[in-house]
């Protein structure tokens, strides 16, 4: 009201009415008011002596302010449409115990700076920090004259009854505009932010803009903004407008011209109040609400480079690169796959053509002696396969209830195996096997002998086995389906989200080396995952035409499918292969914005290809007594909500790591005593009064050993293995919790692997070529991989500022660093792992089952 009968009284036309305020009119008629030049006498009835001074650049005003008088301090400067120059403004004001605070109104062209003193900035929990010494950067708009005297003015008030002393100074400011590649260097603080302008050169669409300080703390803010008035470079609202994230050492941000309609932008640095963005410590509490805080010596030297981008040669020389490298193990692929198949050409045409060869190396290649019969021991197995195939016919002889010799596994001739394999054709469940008590009583007998062969455990209808290991394939793919939508759903609000409000402190990138196209902020992390893609489809391919070879192979009644080697379950593989493509999927997924709430993206499917892995291990010699789908996604999904909890809920939680490490130990135990005892054993009331008794019979009685010593072997060592990394979680606590627990499954599933080998050695058998190849080229590639993976270049452990200290620049075609490396090397290397689970035993396809020892 004040405004306006200030306005009606002095602006009155003809007819005695004030003309309307517009909104240039209400700006003017506000900052008149504020100043008390044009209605203070009036609407106050105080009287207020107003000086104006012309002041010049570089010169240090000491002056005096009380409510009573007023400075104008009137400045000119030249402004040349080719050049820019900055114009800062400094104050100090000595005093400490301030009656009231001072207004300091800077009046230019085209804006309007205003700030007190003492600068009051509040932290967190509404913490007050006061700031005597105050600097501030004024806005500089574009001017479209080639040159033009523009004038500002500096107004000094105050509410204070008592006169106040303030130092004042206006100075041009040098290297206003930052030039490319060139270091510059400057001081800021909370009360003394600082900017600087940066035009785009021709020929240059993005940049990096990086600020570096060789000091942890105090933690700063950089801010990418518009040439707009105002600049927002006050910890209260840098975060307004533009882009910005917080550092401590490092921070970049990757610029696009597109972004800006005025070619150029502001650099924007803020040292902030506290530093408990950056992972600072947390200060204590202020006693009153009014309390002000000391913030003590809060300045920060930095230096800030502007550097170009890489071009869009670059990214296609990238894409091309990622192309290259994966499309050459197709080109490979295929290249093996057209020897192998004339080598099989030119065996069958042996086999067409014996004329040429005699009776010793025909009965060789068909795998039989010279009276028709298949040796015992092709590869010199010893005593294993000997007593393999002797106790598995003396084992069902002596069985009463048994009396069908199939299960005995002996010689056969082709017509009783066409005619059972007609036979496994009928319309038969899984369960049908286990409806009479005999069955359950030949189980008994056969998994408990000494030394078992895979004919012990291949007993069941082949038709149902890979009917129960394609559910393996189905239920992934289900889960792949209802896994992925959500994820990608939600990494699009994500990547929306920092593209909308400009927080680089929501993902967690490698800023040194984050290449965006479009909306993705880090396209080359997103790119660089194509690998597990297209070997996980590679390798459906292969499992493909292995399960159309096979089964050829068995619609023709070929002895060696039906009755050699391994028996061939391809729903494993399948579901393999489909976790592979699935982690690149969901690892892109993840790199779209990693951050602590979207980890599982990037590790869920790592627990299921390694759980997988293991299952596919034990399936080759057991294919009988494997668990079933459901069993094995349950416990995978399991062993992911406990991830979950233990990043949720883990760090330095003493309660649940004894729960998760008594969790561990019991499920460690109880898999070693399914897997020791074939899974003849029950969990239920009694169980405890066996073990009694069993330890009583066996330890106290009578020392005997172990009945199996291989098996034992084994899982002393797993529990050995599982029990430490228990203890080391329960001592140490990881704030890592997912890669802890994704390091417990790697480690059961090398252990496995590793025994799996010895005991393939230890029975006679030998690895082929091919395979043998794989292992070493694999166990090449996974140690240079871990390499790249322990680099550490981003981590959502720490605070984005942080994280942002591990930072480093690309190292691959200026494209790719050193994580994208590890994408690159570890899709290869679980590829290879994967051919080396498929080829192993190849080298058994011509050996009868009865003579393959199970371990």
């Given amino acids: 009201m004040v405004f306006r009968s200030c306005w009606k009284s002095r602006h009155k036309n003809s007819s005695g009415l004030a003309p309307r305020l517009t909104p240039t009119a209400l700006a003017v008629l506000f900052w008149l008011c504020v100043t008390q030049l044009a209605c203070g006498s009036e609407a106050v009835g105080e009287t207020k002596n107003v000086v104006q001074k012309d002041a010049e650049f570089d010169v240090t005003y000491n002056d005096t302010v009380t409510s009573g008088n007023q400075t104008i301090y009137a400045f000119n400067h030249t402004v040349s449409r080719n050049k820019t120059e900055g114009v800062r403004v400094t104050v100090d004001v000595s005093s400490q115990n301030l009656e009231s605070t ?127 008035c105002p600049v927002y470079d006050l910890d209260t609202n840098v975060a307004f407008i533009g882009m910005y994230q917080t550092m401590t050492k490092k921070g970049a941000i990757t610029v696009q011209r597109k972004d800006f309609p005025s070619n150029s932008f502001y650099v924007v640095v803020v040292v902030k109040t506290e530093d408990e963005a950056c992972g600072g410590p947390l200060r204590f509490y202020p006693l009153r609400p009014d309390e002000l805080i000391d913030a003590g010596n809060r300045t920060k030297v930095l230096d800030v480079v502007v550097s170009p981008a890489i071009n869009s040669e670059v990214y296609v020389m990238g894409m091309l690169f990622c192309l290259g490298i994966f499309l050459s193990f197709y080109l490979l692929t295929l290249l093996v796959a057209c020897v192998e198949n004339r080598r099989m050409n030119k065996k069958r045409e042996v086999f067409q053509n014996p004329a040429d060869m005699s009776p010793a190396e ?77 069955i359950n009583s030949d189980k008994n007998i056969v998994r408990t002998k000494k030394f078992l062969c895979v004919s012990d455990l291949a007993r069941k209808d082949k038709r149902i086995l890979s009917k129960k290991y394609q559910i393996y394939f189905w239920n992934i793919a289900t889960i792949a389906v209802f896994y992925a939508l959500p994820v990608i759903q939600l990494v699009i609000t994500y990547q929306t989200v920092v593209n909308v409000t400009g927080n680089q402190d929501i993902c967690y990138y490698n800023f040194l080396c ?58 494993l593989f399948y579901a393999m292969g489909t976790a592979l493509m699935m982690e690149g999927l969901l690892s892109a997924c993840y790199h779209v914005c990693p951050n602590y709430t979207n980890f599982q993206f990037d590790t869920s499917f790592m627990y299921m290809i390694a759980g997988l892995c293991m299952l596919k291990l034990y399936q080759k010699r057991h294919p009988d007594i494997n668990a079933s789908a459901y069993t094995a996604y349950a416990c995978l999904a399991a062993v992911i909500f406990f991830s979950v909890l233990g990043v949720v809920f883990g760090k330095g939680n003493m309660a649940f ?56 072997v084994l899982l002393v060592m797993g529990n050995i293995v599982n029990w430490s990394l228990a203890a080391y979680g329960l001592i140490e606590r990881p704030n890592d919790f997912a890669s802890y627990l994704l390091a417990i499954a790697i480690c059961n599933l090398l252990l496995y692997f590793a025994f799996y080998i010895i005991m393939k050695l230890r029975s006679g058998e030998r690895i082929k070529c091919l395979p043998l190849v794989c292992i070493l080229f694999t166990a090449v590639i996974w140690g240079f991989a871990l390499y790249f993976f322990f680099q550490g270049l981003s981590t959502w452990q720490k605070t984005p500022a942080e994280s942002r200290e591990h930072n480093r620049d690309c190292i691959l075609l200026s494209f790719f660093d050193d994580h994208d490396i590890w994408h690159f090397l570890s899709s290869i290397a679980m590829f290879g792992s994967f051919l080396v689970l498929l080829t192993m035993d190849d080298d058994l396809d011509t050996v009868q089952r009865d003579k393959i020892f199970v371990f």
Wanted: hydrophobic share 35%.
């Fill in 102 to 228: 001072m207004l300091f109104v800077v009046r230019q062209k085209q804006a309007v700076l205003s700030f007190q003193v003492p600068l009051i900035l509040r932290g967190l929990y509404q913490r007050k920090y006061p700031y005597n010494h105050v600097g501030r950067t004024l806005c500089q708009p574009p001017t479209r004259a080639a040159s033009e005297t523009q004038y500002f003015f500096v107004d000094v008030s105050t509410l204070a009854t008592q006169g106040t002393n303030y130092q004042l100074r206006v100075s041009r400011v040098e290297s206003f505009t930052l030039q490319t590649d060139k270091k510059f260097t400057f001081t800021a603080s909370p009360s003394q932010p600082q900017y600087f302008k940066y035009v785009f050169p021709d020929g240059v669409d993005t940049v990096i803009v990086k600020v570096n300080s060789d000091m942890n703390f105090p933690c700063s803010v950089m801010s990418i903004q518009d040439i707009l």
């Fill in 362 to 438: 025909t009965a060789s290649l068909l795998g039989k002696n010279g009276d028709g019969k298949t040796p015992a021991s092709p590869y010199e197995y010893g005593s294993f396969a000997d007593n393999c195939s002797t106790l598995s016919s003396e084992a069902i002889t002596d069985s009463a209830t048994s009396t069908d010799n199939n299960y005995g596994y002996m010689e056969r001739s082709l017509d009783s195996v066409g005619r059972s394999r007609q036979e496994s054709l009928s319309s038969v469940e899984e369960d049908d096997y286990d409806t009479l008590d005999d």
């Fill in 514 to 571: 984050a290449h965006p196209l479009g909306a993705l902020s880090a396209f080359n992390n997103i790119l660089s995952n194509l690998g597990y893609v297209m070997l996980g489809l590679l390798f459906l391919l292969i499992v493909l035409k292995r399960d159309v070879v096979h089964n050829r192979a068995l619609l023709r009644n070929d002895l060696n499918a039906l009755e050699c080697g391994i028996p061939k379950h391809f729903g």
């Fill in 657 to 712: 790591w004894i729960i998760f490490s008594v969790i561990h130990i019991l499920a460690t135990l109880f898999l070693s005593t399914q897997l020791y005892y074939m899974g003849r054993w029950r969990l239920d009331s009694g169980t405890l009064r066996r073990m009694l008794y069993i330890i009583y019979t066996d330890c106290v009685r009578q020392c005997s050993g172990p009945m199996y010593i291989d098996r034992m």
